[in-house]
């Protein structure tokens, strides 16, 4: 069962009272029933209208879009296509012209992030499930697909309505960082009349540098400035660990070791 509440505060306070700042009681978006719906992430248009996407069973993507108020104007729908899938960790961003950008990672066989695009107007909003094949403009696109493991991706949008995609990623060319995670970033531009992501900043490197890197977010500034953060071990302390034989008959061996 996912759940929704709006909220607002105005001004700055140290702390306030829930009745202060919540406008809506928590609203069901979708009850799933014996299905496990987890993984939510949350985005709004310019009308106010509330787009949802989830993973159910950790198996497909699917996505709602609610009115103002909270009325369902489009029901779960898949938007993963059918087949052999493994929805993980989604995030979702609403452009000016309300059209919807989701990236999230498929673990079904090799590791891949993956996006579509979708433009819910091209449904009758009537409450009812959409149809995955009317109102995706990019289908299932593959951001990236290597070995190794990778996860958590996170977009936003620029001015110019391009992509900026941000992961974990465990790949590594040289070998140099141990298969640690990393962030990587790539760019996609829209091409809306042959309906397809076009790649302009391929799989790049960001964290060249040993240590565990992970669950990045990012941003696009007014400048279109793309901003990052992330998670990182760099810098942490490292400790060797040696069993010490405290009972003397060991102390020349010791010595000689360390010699």
Not at 129 to 135: F, G, L, T
Not at 164 to 173: C, K, L, P, S, T
Not at 235 to 257: L, R
Request: hydrophobic share 40%.
């Amino acid at each position: 069962m996912l759940m929704l509440m709006s909220s607002l505060l105005a001004g700055y306070a140290p702390s306030a009272e829930a009745a202060q700042i919540v406008i809506t009681e928590a609203v069901q978006v979708v009850d799933g029933g014996q299905v496990n719906d987890r993984m939510a992430a949350v985005g709004s248009d310019d009308d106010g209208n509330i787009h949802v996407v989830w993973s159910r069973n950790t198996q497909h993507l699917y996505y709602s879009m609610l009115d103002a108020r909270a009325s369902t104007l489009i029901d779960a729908t898949q938007i993963s296509n059918p087949g052999s899938h493994r929805a993980w960790h989604p995030d979702i961003e609403v452009d000016g012209a309300g059209m919807v950008h989701i990236t999230w990672t498929d673990t079904a066989s090799q590791y891949a992030i993956m996006y579509t695009l979708l433009d819910p107007s091209m449904d009758d909003m009537d409450g009812s499930p959409a149809d995955d094949a009317v109102i995706s403009l990019v289908d299932d696109f593959v951001v990236s697909q290597r070995d190794q493991d990778r996860d958590w991706p996170a977009l936003a949008l620029d001015s110019l309505g391009s992509v900026h995609i941000v992961w974990q990623d465990a790949y590594e060319q040289l070998g140099k960082y141990y298969n640690q995670p990393q962030v990587y970033y790539s760019m996609l531009d829209i091409d809306y009349v042959s309906r397809e992501a076009i790649t302009a900043i391929d799989d790049t490197l960001l964290t060249p540098i040993i240590g565990h890197k992970g669950h990045p977010d990012v941003a696009v500034d007014a400048d279109d400035f793309v901003q990052i953060v992330w998670d990182d071990t760099r810098g942490g302390k490292v400790e060797f660990a040696a069993p010490i034989d405290t009972s003397g008959s060991m102390y020349q061996e010791w010595g000689d070791m360390c010699t």
